[in-house]
């Protein structure tokens, strides 16, 4: 039997707000447990919510970043259900109208050695105020209850069941983080809970049309495990169907240190959580005059810049999608080019997408705190570019620079000087190079006058080993060829 995997996506998205969505009370991570916690939050007798303007501002400016229709008039309802983590009882959400209805999101990814591109629908996105955490360490075998997140502003985000792979789920999930950090609504933190993914996940035979009997599994929080607990719960899945079982709905949790997605609890439908309207907030109503102030306040969408790349910097469409992956990114891109110049543009994406961003991963740091700045990256480009130093070389500058740590506009001349890195491009220099390479590699040298090409790569790199890499290899090629043919 042929399977297909059928996923859809709801992430829970910590809205960049000082206060909670229905309280004064701060959204400070770290504080000493339950000293954030009002009595609104707390839903005490004769405590009444009161909406957070600036929750609402977040929603809209996501809903227009993703081509969303912005309902005019939305209202919260309460979710009944009991944990110990939930003092209400019932937690404040949207179910009918949410603020937020439609949407795209489009995102690329690597399959089957090909870059391509895929556009998921959204059903929605909704507000709704957040629990708060039961903690199960250090209590000597009993668990505590820390309420300061009780009522943080969240922004629920709910995909159509349109992706159909681990890896585009990975894909679909970073473009969403990426983008909410770019709006600036989500400081995007996902160790400290503050972008969440919860993966339905089914499987039905190919060709058929019918969804499977889908598993939820809560709660992931890094882009690895919801790569792993796709591929665990589909195999298991898959397992269970061929040996004649059923799959039951229900919510797992993903065990990354077993491999393993276990049963946490079973999945509850929409009736089962009572919905009703909140008696105590109205509806929320949305001009068109508070979507336009919204709107006149965006920045430029990742989309309009990816064309814009394309169009201005006659960059290739991967390398425009990779570089606006995220804000500080392409940010900083912007910043290298117009030090270095549009005629280094491409130059400028092949380093960020190189040696920068590897760098960037095995240092654990993001693009905002390099210690390369923008107007460093640009001199070695132009140094690249005029012949001072090789792409080779250029290595070595880059990894100097790094560890300099220093804000040195003449930084790159610098390092070229006093590592003696400076190209060789001195005919009579390396006319002698290669007249001792010659002499030193006479079958080569037969070779490529037999007729084999190939053999002058290995007299290039003899040349280069010789000037440690220091001579100028266009040069040194062209030399090499005349000597070859006289």
Same mark, same amino acid.
């Given at each position: ?85 939930? *003092? ?72 159509? *069941? ?119 907030? *109205? ?90 700045? *923008? ?112």
């Amino acid at each position: 039997m042929e399977w297909e995997v059928v996923i859809g996506i709801e992430n829970h998205v910590q809205l960049t707000t000082d206060s909670k969505i229905f309280s004064g009370s701060s959204t400070k991570f770290g504080a000493e447990p339950n000293t954030q916690a009002s009595p609104v939050d707390l839903a005490l007798p004769g405590v009444l919510p009161v909406m957070n303007k600036q929750a609402v501002d977040r929603a809209i400016r996501f809903g227009l970043a993703v081509g969303a229709k912005i309902a005019p008039q939305s209202i919260f309802a309460r979710k009944n259900y009991f944990y110990p983590d939930l *003092p209400k009882g019932y937690q404040i959400s949207q179910f009918e109208d949410p603020v937020v209805q439609g949407g795209q999101l489009t995102f690329g990814y690597e399959k089957d050695g090909k870059f391509v591109t895929k556009t998921v629908n959204l059903t929605r996105a909704h507000l709704e105020e957040d629990a708060g955490k039961s903690l199960h360490e250090d209590y000597h075998g009993m668990s505590g209850i820390d309420l300061n997140r009780a009522g943080t502003p969240l922004l629920e985000i709910v995909s159509e *069941p349109e992706i159909r792979s681990a890896a585009e789920a990975v894909a679909y999930c970073k473009a969403l983080h990426g983008l909410v950090m770019w709006l600036g609504i989500c400081d995007g933190n996902m160790q400290e809970g503050s972008f969440r993914c919860d993966i339905n996940v089914s499987v039905r035979p190919k060709g058929q049309a019918e969804f499977g009997t889908r598993c939820e599994i809560k709660n992931l929080n890094s882009f690895r495990f919801i790569e792993e607990a796709v591929h665990v719960e589909v195999a298991r899945q898959i397992e269970l169907l061929e040996d004649g079982g059923k799959v039951v709905q229900a919510t797992r949790l993903y065990d990354p240190d077993k491999k393993e997605t276990r049963l946490m609890r079973e999945k509850e439908d929409a009736q089962d959580y009572r919905y009703f309207p909140d008696p105590d907030l *109205p509806p929320l109503t949305i001009g068109a005059d508070w979507i336009e102030r919204v709107k006149a306040s965006m920045p430029e969408l990742p989309a309009v810049m990816r064309a814009r790349f394309v169009e201005e910097y006659k960059l290739p469409e991967y390398d425009s999608l990779v570089l606006t992956a995220s804000k500080g990114m392409a940010t900083y891109f912007e910043a290298v080019v117009a030090a270095a110049g549009k005629e280094n543009a491409k130059a400028a994406a092949n380093w960020l997408m190189g040696d920068v961003s590897s760098t960037l991963n095995r240092e654990g740091v993001d693009i905002t705190e390099a210690p390369v700045l *923008p107007a460093q990256l640009a001199g070695m480009l132009k140094r690249i570019a005029d012949g001072t130093i090789s792409n080779k070389i250029a290595k070595e500058v880059f990894g100097a620079m790094w560890e300099a740590k220093s804000d040195d506009a003449n930084l790159v001349d610098v390092i070229i000087e006093q590592k003696g890195l400076k190209q060789i491009s001195d005919t009579g220099a390396l006319e002698a190079i290669v007249n001792e390479v010659l002499a030193n590699n006479e079958k080569s040298v037969e070779q490529y006058r037999a007729g084999k090409e190939a053999a002058i790569n290995a007299l290039i790199g003899q040349a280069m080993k010789a000037s440690k890499g220091k001579a100028n290899p266009a040069q040194l090629t062209e030399l090499l060829k005349q000597k070859l043919a006289s």
